[in-house]
């Protein structure tokens, strides 16, 4: 044990002693651990959590009552703050305080979220705090929780009525058992078999069609939505009026999570709950898992919250910088179940863009050297009936084509969501295998001899085969313009500068063929390599791609393009080190705009907010004057907010409700 001068260790107790309130016990803070822990209120914060703070040179177990002391029991406790702490918490760690109550030393603040530890709202409880090896008392107070009797809390003792009476099979009320003493959550139990394996699984889920369970919580006025999980589960969660469905907690979760993080709470949306009711189903997920919930809470939001909550975003779209969404509609037919529609998944992914703060949506209709997303009359789209039947890929792949063609369904939604409608081009990846178009089966000297699966645009017959697909989106459907995504994918050895720059002159003539049969401005977006590109793995076609920034240079002083991103194909890391700069100076004088391209993989759910925005800040810096794009679809629940802090980066000192997550 470490030797305490006696003053100072007086001096530590009774700080220790005044910072954490009445006390119950007359013992005091071991020696060894100097503490000055502070507990706080549930008004303090807007999703009325409990935070407690303090330095701490050992591991703390936190403890709650009641019964005024009679029994104690494991608290909920997060490590961090806000959710950008809780999301990035190794999963060891954070079920170490979720599910052990238990404090790590340090700085960090931690959080208790009693929601699942007590049957609320109540008057009261007793949490006290003991040194995790020896369960010496640090502290004991009790908290008062009379702030909370506002908050309306959907849990296993009202939710059968609040759904007419009861519970309609499979939805059922049981124990996950991942905490003690246990307590049901709202379940359904997923049967699901696996079709076909490796990377990317396909599954056929028995409970595809379960119908939505319908909750009338007859609220009125605004309030914040909050969802507890105590098992790692999906689901979707949507209000009635509006019919927009949010995936919970993330869509892109792999298949096989093997150490979740237990017992979240979910900040999912503010909204106006007049007349509406709360609708809850399976999915919510590229992989459909069990659903799983503790409860859903509901906090009253004061009128000037209200008011924040309006201006920030009539700000966002009156002064702020535009934002571009993505939408793929036919991914999820390649691995959801068939229940699920065409025109039903399009318009929910506009609608959820644009209540996420896009302004844009890139919608991807296809990788040039690989089948078609829409309905080209140029190029191959359907793929072949497989071995694995009528839940197979394939075949769910054809059904879902032949519901409509995707591309001129994403325009008709994207408008009616107030969307401008970009068709998403791939410039160069023919794929191996079943996605390999027939033109570049029947011709594979279009492709370069060493990667055997890039297009080699400095071969005439390239050109043409990529300015027909081009030319086919900018004339069929009337979209508000093209993006042509050089970056995904790219090789330094498929591209030199007067190949790009002439394709780039044909795609602009037959943006003005198209602008004037249209009626209206047509753009050209485009997002090239950077010099960092897939700096992180080692490909062959890593490294620098000089002939892009000579060809922009050409672009953007003819009038063929609109707007730029230089694409990393990295993680946050790597784009803190991009330099936007020589892209900058190539567009300088003309009215081509720079854009941020924020796209980082599948790294979201593991990534601060503040990474983000602090590379969108040192671009800005550095001359970027158009918007920002962002993979959206990737984003966890918590990480919702991210477009309209990006829409308002030149307003630092404006924050994005809730302030507390």
């Not at 008004?43 to 936190?62: K, N, Q, Y």
């Not at 969307?419 to 390999?436: C, P, T, W």
Request: charged share 25%; with cysteine.
């Amino acid at each position: 044990m470490r030797r305490v001068d006696l003053r100072l260790s007086i001096m530590l107790c009774l700080v220790s002693a005044y910072s954490c309130g009445r006390h119950r016990a007359a013992a005091s803070p071991p020696a060894s651990s100097p503490n000055a822990m502070t507990v706080g209120t549930c008004r303090d914060r807007s999703d009325r959590l409990i935070e407690i703070r303090g330095p701490r040179d050992v591991p703390l177990a936190v403890q709650y009552s009641a019964d005024d002391g009679q029994s104690w029991h494991t608290a909920t406790i997060y490590v961090g703050a806000r959710a950008d702490a809780w999301r990035t918490c190794d999963a060891v760690r954070w079920n170490h305080g979720a599910t052990d109550g238990q404090i790590p030393p340090g700085q960090e603040p931690c959080v208790w979220d009693y929601w699942f530890d007590l049957d609320m709202p109540r008057d009261h409880a007793e949490l006290r705090l003991l040194d995790y090896a020896s369960n010496k008392l640090i502290c004991r107070q009790t908290i008062d929780l009379r702030g909370t009797g506002d908050v309306f809390v959907i849990d296993r003792r009202n939710v059968a009525r609040l759904a007419g009476g009861s519970l309609p099979r499979p939805w059922t009320l049981r124990s996950e058992g991942k905490k003690l003493p246990t307590v049901e959550s709202l379940s359904v139990r997923l049967t699901k078999k696996e079709i076909v394996g490796g990377r990317y699984p396909i599954y056929q889920i028995d409970e595809a069609s379960v119908s939505p369970l319908v909750l009338s919580p007859k609220l009125k006025g605004w309030h914040r939505i909050y969802l507890g999980m105590e098992a790692y589960g999906s689901l979707q969660f949507w209000l009635s009026t509006e019919q927009i469905k949010y995936p919970i907690p993330e869509y892109h979760m792999p298949p096989s999570v093997p150490k979740p993080q237990l017992l979240q709470d979910l900040y999912i949306k503010s909204a106006d709950l007049s007349g509406q009711d709360v609708c809850l189903a399976c999915g919510g997920a590229r992989y459909w898992r069990d659903v799983s919930v503790r409860y859903v809470r509901f906090v009253p939001m004061a009128d000037d919250e209200v008011a924040h909550f309006k201006r920030v975003r009539e700000l966002a779209r009156t002064e702020g910088r535009p934002f571009a969404g993505y939408v793929e509609p036919c991914t999820p037919c390649h691995y959801e179940p068939a229940s699920l529609t065409l025109v039903d998944h399009v318009r929910n992914e506009m609608r959820l863009n644009r209540v996420r703060g896009c302004t844009d949506v890139y919608v991807h209709a296809i990788r040039a050297g690989s089948k078609a997303w829409y309905h080209s009359d140029v190029v191959e789209r359907h793929l072949p009936k497989d071995e694995h039947g009528p839940h197979g890929p394939a075949a769910k792949w054809s059904a879902w084509m032949a519901q409509g063609d995707p591309m001129a369904v994403a325009v008709v939604e994207g408008r009616a969501a107030g969307l401008k409608v970009f068709a998403d081009l791939g410039m160069n990846i023919s794929y191996k295998g079943e996605m390999r178009e027939r033109t570049i089966r029947e011709h594979p000297d279009y492709l370069c001899k060493k990667d055997g699966q890039f297009l080699d645009y400095r071969k005439p017959p390239v050109r043409d085969y990529v300015v027909a697909i081009a030319t086919e989106l900018l004339t069929k459907y009337d979209v508000d313009g093209v993006h042509l995504d050089f970056a995904r994918f790219a090789s330094n050895r498929a591209f030199d500068e007067p190949s790009l720059v002439e394709v780039m002159h044909r795609i602009h003539d037959v943006r003005r063929a198209a602008e004037t049969k249209r009626g209206h401005c047509i753009l050209i977006a485009t997002r090239i390599p950077s010099y960092r590109y897939h700096e992180r793995n080692g490909a062959d076609y890593r490294g620098d791609f000089p002939e892009f920034v000579s060809a922009l240079s050409m672009w953007s002083r003819s009038g063929w393009i609109n707007r730029v991103m230089a694409c990393s194909m990295g993680r946050a890391g790597y784009l803190k080190g991009l330099s936007l700069t020589r892209y900058k100076a190539a567009i300088a004088g003309t009215n081509a705009k720079l854009w941020g391209d924020l796209y980082g993989g599948g790294a979201f759910a593991r990534t601060r907010r503040s990474i983000w925005l602090d590379v969108a800040r040192k671009w800005v810096a550095e001359g970027l004057d158009g918007g920002f794009f962002f993979y959206a679809e990737d984003r966890p629940t918590e990480f919702e907010q991210i477009a309209w802090q990006l829409r308002l980066i030149d307003f630092p000192d404006v924050s994005v409700e809730p302030a507390d997550r």
